[in-house]
């Protein structure tokens, strides 16, 4: 009989469980140089927005995946011997060659596969292990180990160009942004389009011209402040042509009815816009399985894989024609350990895989596999440094300085993108 199954968000470690609390805390460290109306919220910077080159959408899966069941080693013998009751059976693997397969769960993603829109890097992570949630996550948005500057590896690369739009970068979240993105240069972070306007506002009822009183007062304000207002309403009127937009998926596609499936619905509208957007991020959490990961047929792992699968092709079937636009990256804090535990699941790890879908991909199975030891303790080990395979990305899509983005580090070769 399978063990009942509980939601791996009540089963988490405390540590995870009170990540929220100390996101607010953190964010209120910066909410000095920020300003907010509505639900939107905007750091101080005037700038002007234009049609973006690429797009790079960062999908963040917090809590820790498990790459190990997402992509299955199944070649090496030691993942089954480590995982005899959770283990993903080698005959339900799909796009299998002679080390690693998907987990079934992941189907919606085959055609992007075949079509070599999806590329995986596994063994891949932190260059020093960490088996903290709070410190790895602020070690894998900074890319910068040793510096003391609260300044994001997505902050950087918006701010390696010319372009100094306030929408250049987008956070699609309710709370705080991620920490990849803190830093000097201008970043929007909102739950929809709708959030990003002066709250209050009615500009078609002439007794409510809220903006326009609001413009006139700070128009003249020299200070910081008033220059964080006037961007902001800069912000308002870029994104203010989104909102005239359908919200309806386009080309056939649906959506999940999940927080991730509202988030990537909501980002192909603000593609389709084209209003100058060029970084978005996007989280799914609940990937913290202590308990419950369970098997193919039940649990945490098959329900999140489900929905990210569904969700991140529905997403691209949406863009339809501007599709290889866009290029998203799926990352984790770190991977999980090589045996199961007797919850059926698993506990804090090292490496992971990361996956890498859409334009100027090269698909397939990438990354150097250092083999699995089943040992209580073991973790999978990294070979290949995460940061290698962003630099791919920002290198290919926007032309960037990996050395501008990715300070004192060098890229090794991932091939995860065409032509690197």
Sequence with gaps: MDPTFS?????CCPEY???????????ALVAGATMTFGSAVLSASPAS???ARAVLLLLSLRGASDGLSLVVPHGDPVYYQARPRIAVPSETLLAKDGLFGLHPSLAPLLPLWQAGKVATVHASGLPVRNRSHFSAMEQLEDANPGSTRREGWLNRLIGADAITSPVQALSLAEGVPPA????????????????????????????RPRRTSLRTLWANDRTQLGSSMRSTFEAVDVISPLRETSRDP????????????????????????????EVITIDQGDWDMHTDIGTVEWGGL???????????????????PIADKVTLVAV?????????????????????????VGGGVAGGYKGTWPGLTNDY??????????????AEVVSARFGASTAAVFPSFTPARVGAMVGK
């Design 7 to 11: 939601s791996p968000q009540t089963a």
């Design 180 to 207: 990849a993105l803190y830093g000097p240069q201008p970043y929007l972070t909102a739950g929809s389009v709708e959030d990003v306007q002066v709250s209050g506002d009615d500009p078609d009822d002439p007794k």
């Design 302 to 320: 098959r329900r999140n894989a489900e929905d990210l699968a569904t969700a991140v092709a529905a997403f691209f079937k949406d863009l339809g």
């Design 332 to 356: 984790s804090e770190f991977g999980r350990r090589v045996q199961e535990n007797e919850n059926w699941g698993t506990d804090h790890g090292y490496g992971n895989a990361m996956f890498v």
């Design 49 to 51: 927005a234009q049609p």
């Design 250 to 277: 386009q080309n056939g596609a649906t959506y999940p009815g999940s927080d991730l499936g509202r988030s990537l619905s909501e980002a192909a509208r603000i593609v389709r816009g084209d209003v100058g957007v």
């Design 17 to 27: 469980a009170d990540m929220s609390r100390r996101s607010l805390l953190r964010g």
């Design 377 to 390: 303790d073991a973790d999978l080990l990294v070979t290949t440094d995460y940061r290698s395979v962003l």
